[in-house]
């Protein structure tokens, strides 16, 4: 199963100068169509009721990527570190959007759901960086304790830099243009965002439409390594609000909002070699690229079966 994976590492993607202004205009819009739909009284709630959204700011922030860290280093005889990254990266990005949508399909605490995700949204600029740096750093150490294999040193400032400049300016300026212009935000959140959708759909399937026999050739590997990770984030929500004595539907949106993940952020991150320089990664991150895009796709599946399962459960507090 290794060796099979190796051979997704050499893929690599590259837009040229002209491409990656388009796509550093595409993250921009996006991140500037999703703080539109962030609302600033989330946050006064959030002050008055905070036990739930700490809760799962704390599950998003610090559980998951520790169990996604301890699921790495599990199946370290069988993937490749790249592989190992590309589920850390997946860990570090916020929640996405649909999990308010799936949220709701589960007869949780939609409220909640929004809460968190304009919270790791908001903060994302500084927590993202910030996780994968350091779990990045921490499983390269110890897997190069374990086996021949060098440490791989991830630089933060230079990402916290970039990252900052694409994500952290066009939320800001999506937050300002609601406050100052809250009717225009109110006619142009919905196109904005839907428009956002397709553009970035557009540029995955223009990206991997020359690999796409290779995603084929190694999809059933790629596919259970995701289902793992992906169960597990599932589980760390749902038995984090079990934990805390949270009420049902709270429990239920921190599933939804932890299993969740704004993958297509991390692809698009992935894209830009300000952020992942070829003089560090050596273009050798195709593994990080695929699992970070069948969790974008995977994600849907499951978010809608557990919402499926939800409703057919009564609320019985």
């Known amino acids: 199963m ?27 819009f996006v991140m500037f169509g999703v703080a539109l739909g962030i609302k600033p009284h989330i946050f006064k709630e959030i002050f008055l009721n905070p036990k739930s959204v700490i809760i799962g700011v704390l599950l998003q922030w610090v559980a998951l990527p520790a169990v996604t860290f301890a699921i790495a280093l599990a199946l370290s005889p ?31 605490n939609t409220e909640l759901s929004v809460s968190m995700t304009a919270v790791t949204t908001a903060f994302a600029p500084l927590v993202t960086p910030f996780n994968f740096f350091f779990w ?41 243009f609601r ?12 196109p904005a965002q839907v428009v956002s959708i397709l553009l970035f759909i557009s540029m995955v399937v223009a990206s ?18 995701v289902l793992i990770h992906n169960a597990c984030a599932l589980g760390t929500g749902y038995m984090g609000g079990l934990l805390c004595k949270l009420p049902v539907a709270d429990r239920r ?40 895009a069948w969790w974008g796709i995977w994600h849907i599946i499951s978010g809608l079966t557990v919402a499926y399962l939800f409703r057919r459960t009564p609320i019985n507090e």
């Not at 099979?4 to 993250?27: D, K, R, S, W």
């Not at 212009?181 to 919905?190: D, E, N, R, S, V």
């Open 136 to 176: 990045g750093s921490l499983y390269s150490r110890v897997i190069s304790l374990q086996a021949d294999i060098p440490t791989l040193v991830i630089p933060f400032f230079p990402m916290l830099e970039q990252i900052l400049l694409l994500l952290g300016l066009p939320i800001l300026l999506g937050l300002i």
């Open 78 to 108: 069988l993937i490749t570190p790249m592989i190992a990254l590309g589920m850390i990266l997946v860990a570090s990005c916020p929640g996405g959007n649909i999990s308010n949508f799936i949220s709701s399909l589960s007869k949780g």
């Open 2 to 28: 290794k060796e099979q994976l190796e051979a997704l590492n050499g893929i690599t993607i590259n837009f040229g100068e002209g491409g990656m202004m388009i796509v550093n205009i595409i993250l921009a």
């Open 179 to 190: 406050h100052l212009w809250p009717h225009a935000t109110k006619l142009i959140t919905k």
């Open 208 to 225: 991997f439409a020359q690999n796409f026999q290779l995603f084929l050739d190694h999809i059933f590997y790629v596919f259970f390594i």
């Open 253 to 292: 949106s921190l599933t939804v909002e932890i299993g969740i993940q704004n993958s297509g952020l991390g692809l698009i991150l992935l894209f830009n070699p300000s952020i992942f320089p070829s003089e560090i990664w050596h273009g050798h991150y195709g593994g990080m690229l695929f699992i970070t």
